[in-house]
């Protein structure tokens, strides 16, 4: 700056603003050779264009960190449920484990019959579709 701290905020006429955002599309850096052409056309010195462009990155790399950010807290969110989940069915499996006798009303005897082929017990549902296994070799 020139020091004296009268810098009033550039504001840009539409077209302007235009050209730099068009520009910005095709390359978000220029070279001193762009930016001094640029300069020229829209009246500006090169530093203001510079500085622009400057400004313009900053605002992308920001919008790009917030739309990141928001994707990692969905994938959080998400992997916190499947953690809630899978403790769940750990617990539960626990349980079954310490005391299956308590867990024996789940398979009412009803439903499970023996094969008769390979002498297992199997669900009813099953019990059409077992095959024996193969004899080992």
Do not use: I
């Not at 520009?23 to 050779?33: R, Y």
């Not at 403790?87 to 349980?95: C, F, G, H, T, Y």
Request: glycine share 2%; aromatic share 4%; proline share 8%.
């Amino acid at each position: 700056g020139n020091g004296d701290g009268s810098r009033k905020k550039l504001r840009l006429s539409k077209e302007q603003a235009l050209v730099l955002e068009e520009t910005f599309k095709e390359h978000s850096t220029l070279n001193p050779k762009q930016k001094l052409a640029l300069a020229k056309q829209l009246n500006l010195r090169t530093r203001q264009v510079e500085v622009w462009f400057q400004n313009r990155r900053a605002r992308t790399k920001l919008k790009q960190t917030e739309v990141d950010c928001e994707y990692l807290k969905k994938c959080c969110d998400n992997l916190t449920e499947e953690n809630r989940r899978l403790q769940k069915e750990v617990s539960e499996l626990r349980a079954l484990k310490l005391s299956p006798h308590l867990y024996m009303h789940m398979t009412p005897p009803t439903t499970l019959t023996m094969c008769p082929s390979c002498e297992r017990v199997s669900t009813s549902s099953s019990a059409a579709a077992a095959v024996p296994p193969p004899p080992p070799p």
